[in-house]
T-cell receptor
Framework: KAGVTQTPRYLIKTRGQQVTLSCSPISGHRSVSWYQQTPGQGLQFLFEYFSETQRNKGNFPGRFSGRQFSNSRSEMNVSTLELGDSALYLC??????????FGPGTRLTVT | EDQVTQSPEALRLQEGESSSLNCSYTVSGLRGLFWYRQDPGKGPEFLFTLYSAGEEKEKERLKATLTKKESFLHITAPKPEDSATYLCAVQAPTGTASKLTFGTGTRLQVTL
């Protein structure tokens, strides 16, 4: 069974730009969660989607948003990028909510 | 607010030298406690889920245990390939949704 895939793997953006990251969950998984990982803060929960609905949201500003499509694929968007948004963005899928399986992540660098 | 504290932050072991990693947690209504392994530049790899105090799970040289306040990851006779960051996370029920709260991890280095 194919694992969670994330694209792109690496991204370099400048401050003020916006970025869209994509996640394809494991086949049959309907829940997708997003996390931000930085050396200082570790892994922090961004939001979770299930059946195209956001079910839970972490403590991040409104510049961070996401959506889920009918095929369970998910995207997250960060607008007006700041230097502090540089991080590894991880997507995880599960079904039913339980063990979450992570993708390889997208490394975002904001300059 | 859910909290997870892992200790030690870093651990260096010689091959064959057994040890334990600690994960202390505070959560309102534990749904599950998870252990992950993360190699540099990669996403966390799922290891174990524990649901209730007294539960134990094993996989190769790893054994995870759970009490009402903490979990231990015991590593028996580690090998250099066990070197990684080990992350602990708790899942608390929030309605029908779920999210994981992670600790900051223990960086394990196993040398020859």
């Amino acid at each position: 069974k194919a694992g969670v895939t994330q694209t792109p793997r690496y991204l370099i953006k400048t401050r003020g730009q916006q970025v869209t990251l994509s996640c394809s969950p494991i086949s049959g998984h309907r829940s997708v969660s997003w996390y931000q990982q930085t050396p200082g803060q570790g892994l922090q929960f961004l939001f979770e989607y299930f059946s195209e609905t956001q079910r839970n949201k972490g403590n991040f500003p409104g510049r961070f948003s996401g959506r889920q499509f009918s095929n369970s694929r998910s995207e997250m968007n960060v607008s007006t990028l700041e230097l502090g948004d540089s991080a590894l963005y991880l997507c995880a899928s599960s079904s039913p909510p339980g063990e979450q399986y992570f993708g390889p992540g997208t490394r975002l660098t904001v300059t | 607010e859910d909290q997870v504290t892992q200790s030690p932050e870093a651990l260096r072991l010689q091959e064959g030298e057994s040890s334990s990693l600690n994960c202390s947690y505070t959560v309102s209504g534990l749904r599950g406690l998870f252990w992950y392994r993360q190699d540099p530049g990669k996403g966390p790899e799922f290891l174990f889920t524990l649901y209730s105090a007294g539960e134990e799970k094993e996989k190769e040289r790893l054994k995870a245990t759970l009490t009402k306040k903490e979990s231990f990851l015991h590593i028996t006779a580690p090998k250099p390939e066990d070197s990684a960051t080990y992350l602990c996370a708790v899942q608390a029920p929030t309605g029908t949704a779920s999210k994981l709260t992670f600790g900051t991890g223990t960086r394990l280095q196993v040398t020859l």
